[in-house]
């Protein structure tokens, strides 16, 4: 069954300091998508990051960056130089395909993030 | 701002009784989806559909439907509503062109609470 795994309810980090925020996922497919998402505490999902299982470069949008290791089904988000407005919940997710060719996201459970001071 | 909206931002009501939940999708976007977040089972998707049709269902209870109009709008219609329903409902659009990098943007979801 595909899904992804997040083991890690909560991280606190430093002002300033990096964090990873760990996500593996399970599937069979031999193509499919990663995509990392921001919910702050009013509630809305804010898309960070994209990586193909195809890419070679480990994708980077900005301070967030992403450490793929395709072997390890490992998709790990990296936050460069954490900020106070950092301080969210983080959901990994992979696109899979539906029946009738469609697709859909499968998320994990999410890690909270909280910056400190 | 994702491009995505929705309406209402809340929304109040009792057992029994039936809602509807409105998304319009990015401009361009022909691809909505649905999806409910809640507590105990996290984000699960509901329904998808492109452009008019329904081309994918999720984990989405009979009570529960859904239809994209000519103009790309969608509505979610939840009926017989439970405690259970109560969560925070999203909508999300996309192009879908099945490119690998074909992304879901999400809008502000609208929250449910049934009491």
């Known amino acids: 069954a595909q899904k992804i795994t997040q083991t890690q309810p909560g991280m606190f980090v430093q002002e300033k300091e990096a964090v990873t925020l760990d996500c593996t996922y399970d599937?069979?497919?031999?193509?499919?998508?990663l995509f990392w998402y921001k919910q702050p505490s009013s509630g809305e999902m804010i898309f960070l990051i994209y990586?193909?299982?195809?890419?070679?470069q480990n994708a980077t949008e900005g301070r967030y960056s992403l450490n793929f290791q395709k072997a390890r089904k490992s998709a790990n988000l990296v936050i460069s130089a954490s900020q106070l407005g950092d301080s969210a919940m983080y959901f990994c997710?992979?696109?899979?395909?539906?029946?009738?060719?469609?697709?859909?996201?499968?998320f994990g459970k999410g890690t909270k993030l909280t910056v400190n001071p | 701002d994702s491009g995505v909206t929705q309406t209402p931002k809340h929304l109040i009501t009792a057992t029994g009784q039936r809602v509807t939940l409105r998304c319009s999708p990015r401009s361009g976007d022909l691809s909505v989806y649905w999806y409910q977040q809640s507590l105990d089972q996290g984000l699960q998707f509901l329904i998808q559909y492109y452009n008019g049709e329904e081309r994918a269902k999720g984990n989405i209870l009979e009570r529960f439907s859904a239809q994209q109009f000519p103009d790309l709008h969608s509505e979610l219609n939840l009926s017989s509503l439970e405690l259970g329903d109560s969560a925070l409902y999203f909508c999300?659009?996309?192009?879908?062109?099945?490119?690998?990098?074909?992304?879901?943007?999400f809008g502000p979801g609208t929250r449910l609470t049934v009491l």
């Open positions: 997710a992979m696109r899979v395909l539906t029946q009738g060719g469609s697709e859909k996201l499968v």
């Open positions: 599937t069979s497919d031999p193509s499919y998508g």
């Open positions: 990586q193909g299982s195809y890419d070679q």
């Open positions: 999300a659009s996309s192009v879908q062109r099945f490119l690998d990098t074909d992304t879901q943007y």
